[in-house]
């Protein structure tokens, strides 16, 4: 059966993918020129990578890792040491580990939060350890059921001191939402809190060997166009259109010569929640499932590329700058084996909050960067002799990932519509890993799972 997808993020391409398996005939149309949608990454005129965020792969991506074993190129992720590093704002230029050690889940995390006294208190740590009982006893019906509460109104319920969240949380919640622990449902840290203490390498992280429009997206553009597939780039859907009986009759293409209309026996949305929201023809607006994704809303993002003239750091890791201004950042210099040089860095940061910056120039938010990169590397930047910059590339998404505040879980919908022939994937559908790169695989794979019992597998 041929089924039409619109959208190559990893939701749509993942899809795609597993109907193939299915042993149907996915066609991706794709609005923008590059593969990949949030993950997507171009190339300068030096030849030099930049992208849209910098992404980082965990241990607890079961979906993500069995894909990637799949397509044969496991190896290009680069997995680091077991470990979490933390700038310490108050000793500028250094930093505080969490260091896993290799025993098994909960105590090599339990390990690592009692090992670590430079950011909390033996009294802060129990606090939090007794805040958690709950959280680890009930398991995700819990971690469900908080999302009523923000994560700094949890904390507070669960009597931890304040210091916890400022030493600890507000990096965790820009890292995984862009947004603070006063915004963020509870629901979010705790499922991936959850996550980390029960799976023995769910904080592990790795970092793909290269861009992931070429490392991860080409790779399942191959095999879907091998399966008899095809993706096709510059290719907008502009209108779905419907049957008298409210079904899709088929995805209208916006084109250069004029429209075209493609017709399949199943439609998917693999486009984010805002475009979506936009494009809903009039009959299905009152329908209450599409009423839902009103709640859902794109959070800004700013992911900056600053090259410098010489090495700003050795590490090799997902950094957490605990700054007001960024989020976390990596020397790519390091990380990453397409991006690798010995003696200069490139430092790809993730800026959040974003929503004051997201209007402001690339000029100031570079400049505002390296006010603050000058506390992080005070060696590099003080002196007579600074560290400098020799070009950037800033990228900002003023709607990325749906920004999860309190009460959005009820929001998320299932793959399924209540339009017999057209299915919803992406990462903000309903699905149990947050809005991430694992969380768009897993809805691909549980819309082409839909649309397979719907349709039959060939
Ligand atoms: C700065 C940043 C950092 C991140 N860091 C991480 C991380 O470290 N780890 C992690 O797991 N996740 C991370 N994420 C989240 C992750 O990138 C996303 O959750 C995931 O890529 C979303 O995939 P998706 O397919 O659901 O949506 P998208 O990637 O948004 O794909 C939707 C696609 O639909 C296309 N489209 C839109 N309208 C149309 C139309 N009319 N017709 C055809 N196509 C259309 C878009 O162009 C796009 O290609 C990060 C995101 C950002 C922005």
């Not at 310490?88 to 690592?112: E, H, K, L, M």
């Not at 979010?188 to 959850?194: F, G, R, S």
């Not at 029960?198 to 166009?225: H, W």
């Given at each position: ?24 005939t996915?066609?991706?149309l ?6 990949g949608?949030?993950v ?5 005129a030096?030849?030099?990578?930049y992208?849209?965020?910098?992404h ?17 190129i ?12 933390f700038n ?50 009930k398991?995700?019906?819990y971690?469900e ?29 820009k ?12 629901t ?7 996550r980390f ?35 096709r ?25 004029g ?16 475009p ?15 009423q ?6 794109g ?15 050795d ?8 700054s007001?201004l ?17 003696d ?14 997201i ?5 100031e ?17 003080g002196?007579?002799?600074p ?14 990932v ?5 009460g ?6 299932h ?14 559908t309903m699905?149990?890993?947050l809005a991430s ?9 549980l819309?082409?799972?839909?649309i ?7």
């Open positions: 059966m041929r089924v039409a997808i619109a959208g190559a993020g990893l939701a749509g391409l993942s899809c795609a993918k597993y109907l193939i398996d299915g042993g149907h996915p066609v991706v794709e609005r923008r020129d590059v593969l949608g949030k997507a990454a171009w190339k300068d030096d030849g030099d990578w992208e849209t965020g910098l980082v792969f965990f241990g607890a991506y079961p979906n993500m890792l069995q894909l990637l074993q799949e397509l044969g496991a190896d290009r992720l680069q997995w680091k040491e077991h470990t979490m590093i310490q704002p108050t000793a500028p230029g250094t930093y505080s580990r969490f260091d896993f050690p290799d025993i098994p889940a909960p105590w090599n995390g339990i390990v690592a939060i009692l090992r670590n006294n430079d950011m909390l208190t033996w009294p802060e740590k129990i606090s939090f350890g007794l805040g958690l009982i709950p959280a680890i006893l398991g995700q019906s971690v059921e908080m999302d009523r509460y923000s994560f700094r109104e949890w904390l507070k319920k669960q009597k931890v001191p304040p210091r916890v969240e400022r030493e600890v949380f507000i990096a965790m919640s890292a995984l939402n862009f947004i603070n622990p006063d915004e963020i449902s509870a979010v840290l705790l499922t991936a809190l959850n203490l029960q799976e023995k390498n769910g904080s592990k992280m790795a970092f793909l060997d290269g861009s992931p429009t070429e490392r991860l997206c080409q790779p399942l553009v191959d095999y879907i166009t091998k399966g008899g597939g095809e993706v780039l510059q290719a907008p859907v502009k209108e779905f259109l419907l049957d008298d009986d409210g079904r899709v009759r088929g995805f209208l293409i916006r084109g250069d010569g429209d075209e209309l493609l017709t399949a026996d199943a439609y998917v949305s693999a486009m984010p929640v805002d979506l929201k936009l494009m809903l023809p009039k009959p299905w607006q009152e329908m209450e499932y599409f839902q994704l009103e709640g859902l809303e959070v800004p993002v700013i992911n900056l590329h600053l090259w410098f003239d010489r090495k700003l750091t590490i090799d890791h997902l950094l957490f700058s605990r007001p960024l989020s976390v950042y990596a020397d790519m210099s390091n990380t990453c084996r397409e991006y690798a040089n010995p200069k860095s490139m430092l790809e940061l993730v800026l959040a909050p974003a929503a004051d910056w209007g402001k120039s690339d000029q938010i570079v400049e505002a960067t390296l006010g603050e990169l000058e506390k992080l590397f005070p060696q590099h930047f002196g007579n002799n560290a400098k910059l020799l070009k950037y590339h800033v990228v900002k998404t003023p709607r990325s749906y920004k999860a505040t309190p959005r879980q009820q929001h998320r919908p793959q399924t519509t209540p339009i017999a022939n057209f299915y919803l994937t992406g990462d903000y699905q149990r890993y790169m694992e969380g768009a695989v897993l809805s691909g794979k819309t082409s799972e839909a397979n019992s719907n349709l039959g597998s060939a």
